[in-house]
């Protein structure tokens, strides 16, 4: 009796069990699959993505640079060369020219983040070893960016607020605008850029 008992509760353990490690590997099957189809959604390239073809070719670059509020500007030229890698998901462009006299490079990284669902541009250039990052949106017509970022500040160890404006006029010519805030707390525009594109 006791052994018929216990070959009873053996095979509804077994059982139980059995049932268990089903539906746990149907549920890790499940969420293996979930995440699968979250990363495929995440690295798809998409009308976001496609909008950075505008961004590629050759342009020339006329950059005006305020230094502080009220200060007279500089004004030098550029040339940038933007190409589309990593099979459309991001656009980087190349500066090449003069800045304030001096021999000038730039490196500009712009992509759609799927996640995040905003737009982040990288900036690195031969005047610093900072890395320089904002993060927006595009309008509702399609044709403006707007960012904003910490950037590191070399005055103070710190950082400081930066906001950005890149508008298409036209499919041949766009503008960068760059916003940062003075000294006395306030927003001043200290950068333009009015790229036309090459012919």
């Given at each position: 009796?006791?052994?018929?008992?216990?070959?009873?509760?053996?095979?509804?353990v077994?059982?139980?069990?059995?049932?268990?490690?089903?539906?746990?590997?149907?549920?890790?099957?499940?969420?293996?699959?979930?995440?699968?189809?979250?990363?495929?959604?995440?690295?798809?390239?998409?009308?976001?993505?496609?909008?950075?073809?505008?961004?590629?070719?050759?342009?020339?670059v006329?950059?005006?640079?305020?230094?502080?509020?009220?200060?007279?500007?500089?004004?030098?030229?550029?040339?940038?060369?933007?190409?589309?890698?990593?099979?459309?998901?991001?656009?980087?462009?190349?500066?090449?020219?003069?800045?304030?006299?001096?021999?000038?490079?730039?490196?500009?990284?712009?992509?759609?983040?799927?996640?995040?669902?905003?737009?982040?541009?990288?900036?690195?250039?031969?005047?610093?070893?900072?890395?320089?990052?904002?993060?927006?949106?595009?309008?509702?017509?399609?044709?403006?960016?707007?960012?904003?970022?910490?950037?590191?500040?070399?005055?103070?160890?710190?950082?400081?607020?930066?906001?950005?404006?890149?508008?298409?006029i036209?499919?041949?010519?766009?503008?960068?605008?760059?916003?940062?805030?003075?000294?006395?707390?306030?927003?001043?525009?200290?950068?333009?850029?009015?790229?036309?594109?090459?012919?």
């Open positions: 009796m006791f052994k018929a008992f216990m070959s009873t509760v053996l095979v509804f077994v059982v139980v069990c059995a049932f268990g490690v089903s539906v746990f590997a149907q549920e890790t099957k499940t969420d293996q699959q979930k995440a699968m189809d979250a990363y495929m959604k995440a690295m798809a390239p998409n009308e976001n993505h496609a909008f950075l073809k505008s961004f590629a070719g050759q342009w020339n006329t950059s005006t640079m305020w230094m502080q509020p009220g200060a007279p500007p500089s004004v030098s030229s550029s040339t940038c060369s933007a190409e589309l890698i990593l099979r459309g998901r991001y656009v980087m462009m190349k500066y090449q020219g003069a800045m304030m006299g001096q021999p000038f490079e730039g490196i500009q990284i712009i992509g759609y983040d799927n996640t995040q669902k905003k737009y982040n541009a990288f900036w690195i250039d031969n005047t610093g070893t900072s890395f320089y990052l904002t993060t927006g949106t595009r309008d509702a017509a399609g044709n403006t960016f707007n960012d904003t970022g910490l950037w590191p500040d070399p005055m103070t160890g710190g950082a400081s607020k930066v906001r950005a404006v890149t508008k298409f036209g499919p041949d010519e766009f503008t960068y605008e760059l916003f940062m805030v003075g000294p006395d707390g306030k927003e001043f525009k200290s950068l333009e850029n009015k790229a036309v594109r090459k012919k």
